[in-house]
Structures are given as structure tokens and as C-alpha cells.
């Protein structure tokens, strides 16, 4: 398991993390590791819905995600069908560095964020925080 999964389950009670691998258990998941990797990966994907919903309401058949995925990537990825039926999508990769951010989009070259873009970024990344701990994690 890595830190960052570590860090994840650190975040639940050790009475809930019992009763989540109980019914991962239940659910076919045979190892600790399977299990702790399905966790992991249960709880980035609802944290991802949570952060896609910080920007307003979600059109119906558009998909929208922004989530941590490590101590310093963010990824902002959407979803949806343009006016031809034809399937989109997008991802935004931001990777926080030392005195900067920089995001790369759908492989493009890395462009470093504004002032105001790096604001709106911050802003977003303590929304983030605080409904994940408060929807999830139920932690103000």
C-alpha cells in the first residue's frame, strides 16, 4: 500500500475502516492488499465526484471531476456529448511545485498558472478540502 492510501485510511476510525473491510470482504475481495487498493480506490472516485461538484451544478450526461490524486498533482477532468452526439473530454493536470503551479491539458505543453488563475486554484483546493472532510470523512 502506498503513503497516500496510508494517509486515505488514516482518515476513518479504526471501528469504520473494520466495518468497510468487513463488507469489502464480503463483496469477493479476497487480500488485505485487494482490499486496501479497493478502498483507496473507492474513496479517490467520491472525492473526485465531490470536487466536480464545487463548480457549480453538473449538467446531465456531463461528468466532472477535480480531485488530489498526490501530494502534488490535481486533476480537473470532464465529460460530456457535443451538439453532434459526439463523446468530449478534457483532463487538467495541475502539479504544485516550489513558487509555482503549473497544468498541462490533454497533452499540451506545461503552462505556468497566473496570479489569478493560481488564486482561483487555491480557492478551489480548500473548497475541496473542506467538503471532502465534511461529506466524507464527516470532519469539519
Request: glycine residues 6%.
Amino acid at each position: 500500500m502506498s503513503a497516500r492510501q496510508d494517509r486515505r485510511l488514516q482518515k476513518f476510525t479504526p471501528r469504520a475502516l473494520k466495518v468497510i473491510r468487513k463488507v469489502l470482504k464480503l463483496a469477493g475481495v479476497q487480500s488485505q492488499e485487494e482490499r486496501d487498493t479497493k478502498l483507496y480506490n473507492d474513496l479517490l472516485h467520491h472525492e473526485a465526484r465531490i470536487g466536480g461538484k464545487l463548480f457549480g451544478p453538473i449538467q446531465q450526461g456531463h461528468k466532472r471531476e477535480f480531485f488530489c490524486l498526490d501530494e502534488s498533482t490535481w486533476i480537473w477532468h470532464e465529460e460530456w456529448q457535443d451538439k453532434s452526439g459526439q463523446r468530449r473530454s478534457r483532463t487538467t493536470r495541475y502539479s504544485v511545485r516550489p513558487g509555482s503551479i503549473v497544468k498541462t491539458q490533454d497533452g499540451q505543453p506545461e503552462k505556468l498558472l497566473t496570479k489569478n488563475e493560481a488564486a482561483r486554484f487555491f480557492d478551489a483546493v480548500r473548497a475541496y478540502d473542506k467538503n471532502v472532510k465534511h461529506q466524507l470523512y464527516q470532519r469539519t
